[in-house]
């Protein structure tokens, strides 16, 4: 995740919190490796990160045995990023959908082929498999790995809002 992707999620957490929908959140992410050569590409991965603005600690084996529960079997140290978090997913898209819902949105369970810009109106078309064209101002995508397909038919890769 970016520094503007974690952003925007506790915007979002905040936002449907005040409207009723708590998403559950635990602070920090920690991730163990396993050996040394785990251990240099956090450490590698540490740096990069910080150049674009995200802070992560590196933990050392003896900061590891601190912990309570302790960590899973020997481990060469850790990468805390300590802005991220955890949450229940399910929970989040239910959150957003029932906001979304309340606030207009028509969701349909039909496959997108593809995605255009909608002539005339600045918004998208999503061209259904079935064939039913829907036209909006904003799209959400959703369709994971499986957007890169969906947007290659019309190259809208570089109108996309993409923060990262």
Same mark, same amino acid.
Request: with cysteine; aromatic share 4%.
């Given at each position: 995740?970016?520094?503007?992707?974690?952003?925007?999620?506790?915007?979002?957490?905040?936002?449907?919190?005040?409207?009723?929908?708590?998403?559950?959140?635990?602070?920090?992410?920690?991730?163990?490796?396993?050996?040394?050569?785990?251990?240099?590409?956090?450490?590698?991965?540490?740096?990069?990160?910080?150049?674009?603005?995200? +802070? %992560?600690?590196?933990?050392?084996?003896? =900061?590891?045995?601190?912990? @309570?529960?302790?960590?899973?079997?020997? $481990? !060469? &140290?850790?990468?805390?990023? +300590? %802005?991220?978090?955890?949450?229940?997913? =399910?929970?989040?898209?239910? @959150?957003?959908?029932?906001?979304?819902? $309340? !606030? &207009?949105?028509?969701?349909?369970?039909?496959?997108?082929?593809?995605?255009? =810009?909608?002539?005339?109106?600045?918004?998208?078309?999503?061209?259904? $498999? !079935? &064939?039913?064209?829907?036209?909006?101002?904003?799209?959400?995508?959703?369709?994971?790995?499986?957007?890169?397909?969906?947007?290659?038919?019309?190259?809208?890769?570089?109108?996309?809002?993409?923060?990262?």
């Amino acid at each position: 995740m970016c520094s503007s992707d974690l952003a925007l999620w506790q915007s979002w957490r905040q936002e449907l919190a005040g409207r009723g929908r708590p998403i559950a959140w635990r602070n920090g992410l920690l991730l163990v490796a396993a050996n040394g050569e785990e251990a240099e590409r956090q450490r590698w991965l540490q740096g990069a990160r910080c150049q674009q603005g995200i +802070p %992560l600690e590196w933990w050392p084996p003896e =900061r590891l045995d601190e912990l @309570a529960p302790s960590a899973p079997g020997p $481990a !060469s &140290g850790a990468l805390l990023s +300590p %802005l991220d978090g955890q949450l229940d997913p =399910r929970q989040a898209m239910e @959150a957003l959908h029932s906001d979304a819902t $309340a !606030s &207009g949105l028509t969701s349909r369970g039909d496959t997108v082929a593809a995605v255009e =810009r909608a002539r005339g109106s600045g918004g998208w078309r999503a061209v259904l $498999a !079935s &064939g039913l064209r829907l036209e909006a101002e904003w799209l959400v995508g959703c369709a994971g790995m499986g957007s890169a397909k969906i947007l290659r038919s019309e190259e809208h890769t570089s109108e996309l809002q993409s923060p990262c």
